[in-house]
C-alpha cells in the first residue's frame, strides 16, 4: 500500500499532468499522445571510475539532436539502467530534458520489479521533465508473471501516472515476452498509449496491431533489424538503437517506408540488417570509413 508521502506526489504529478497541454498529447477529443517515429534509446556513457559521464551524455544529445528523430528514450535496455541509482536514473532523465529540444517527445524507462516501486519512479521522472513512462515488464519472478498479474500491474501504474504509458517487451533480456491477451487488455487502458516490443517476431507484432485495431493503440518496433517489417504489419514507429549511429538511415527508412517506396525501404533495410547486429568496433569496416560513431557505452546495436 502506497504511504501518505507517496500520495501526496500521487495527487500533485495527477493535477500537473492533466493540466498539461503539450502539442502532440491530445490530437482530438478524446485521443492520446501521438508517438509516431523513430527513436534512439540513448545510452548512459560512464567514466573510468564508473560514474555516469554527464558531459559526455549531454555531447551524445547534441550530435542526435542533428536529425529529424520524434524524440529520445532513456533508461531503456541501451541505458543500462539496472546499473544506476535511483538518483542517476532521475538525474540522467532530467540532463536529458534540459539538452534536447521542447518539440522533442521524451520517453523515461520507469519500470522497476515492484508496482509501488515503479509508481514512485514514473511519477519522479514526471516531475524532472519525461513525457511518457516506458514500463518494462518485471521479471524476477516470471514464473508468476501470468496475463493477470501483468495486467494488475500496468492498470495499477496508468492509473496513477501523470503521463503516458508505453508498455515495453524486451525478452532477450527478460525472460518475458508480455502476452497478446494482455496488451490486448491494457490497450483498452486511457493512459496506455502503445507497445515497443523487441522481441522481432514480426507476425506477433501484426497480430497486436490487428487485435487493438479498434483502440487508440500505437506499436513500436524495439529494433532496426525488423522496422520494415513491422511498418508492413502496421507499426507507427520504431525505437531503435542504430539509430544512435545510423540515424540518418534508420530515419530514410522511416520515411521510405511511409510513403510506400517498398523496394527502396528492401534494399536500405538489407543493408541495416548486419550493422544492427554488429559491435561497435566492427561499424566502420561494415559501413565504409568516415562514419561518425556517436560514443557508446553498451557493445551491440541489436536492442533498445
Not at 49 to 70: I, Q
Not at 205 to 213: A, D, E, N, P, S
Request: hydrophobic share 40%.
Amino acid at each position: 500500500m502506497l504511504g501518505a508521502p507517496v500520495w501526496s506526489s500521487v495527487r500533485q504529478g495527477l493535477s500537473r499532468g492533466l493540466s498539461r497541454n503539450m502539442g502532440g498529447w491530445a490530437s482530438g477529443e478524446g485521443r492520446k499522445v501521438d508517438i509516431t517515429g523513430i527513436y534512439p534509446p540513448v545510452t548512459t556513457p560512464f567514466t573510468a571510475t564508473a560514474e555516469v559521464d554527464y558531459g559526455k551524455l549531454e555531447e551524445n544529445l547534441h550530435k542526435l539532436s542533428t536529425f529529424p528523430f520524434r524524440g529520445f528514450v532513456v533508461q531503456g535496455s541501451n541505458g543500462e539502467f539496472p546499473f544506476l541509482t535511483s538518483s542517476e536514473r532521475l538525474e540522467v532523465v532530467s540532463r536529458v530534458r534540459q539538452a534536447m529540444s521542447k518539440d522533442k517527445l521524451l520517453l523515461a524507462g520507469s519500470g522497476c520489479e515492484s508496482t509501488q516501486a515503479t509508481v514512485e519512479m514514473t511519477l519522479s521522472m514526471a516531475q524532472v521533465g519525461a513525457d511518457a513512462a516506458m514500463v518494462v515488464t518485471p521479471c524476477y519472478y516470471r514464473g508468476r508473471m501470468n496475463s493477470a498479474a501483468l495486467i494488475h500491474h500496468y492498470t495499477k501504474v496508468a492509473d496513477l501516472s501523470p503521463i503516458p504509458v508505453v508498455l515495453y517487451s524486451v525478452p532477450a533480456n527478460t525472460g518475458l515476452d508480455l502476452p497478446v491477451d494482455a496488451v490486448v487488455t491494457l490497450s483498452q487502458h486511457p493512459n496506455i498509449v502503445g507497445i515497443k516490443d523487441s522481441g522481432g517476431d514480426v507476425t506477433r507484432i501484426g497480430l497486436i496491431v490487428h487485435k487493438t485495431r479498434r483502440q487508440d493503440f500505437q506499436v513500436l518496433a524495439g529494433s532496426a533489424g525488423f522496422l520494415l517489417p513491422s511498418y508492413a504489419m502496421g507499426a507507427v514507429g520504431g525505437i531503435c538503437a542504430l539509430a544512435n549511429v545510423l540515424g540518418a538511415q534508420v530515419c530514410q527508412l522511416e520515411r521510405l517506408c511511409r510513403t510506400g517506396q517498398w523496394e527502396d525501404a528492401q534494399k536500405l533495410q538489407h543493408r541495416l540488417i548486419e550493422p544492427n547486429t554488429a559491435d561497435k568496433e566492427e561499424l566502420p569496416g561494415l559501413l565504409g570509413t568516415g562514419l561518425r560513431v556517436v560514443s557508446f557505452s553498451s557493445d551491440s546495436c541489436d536492442s533498445g
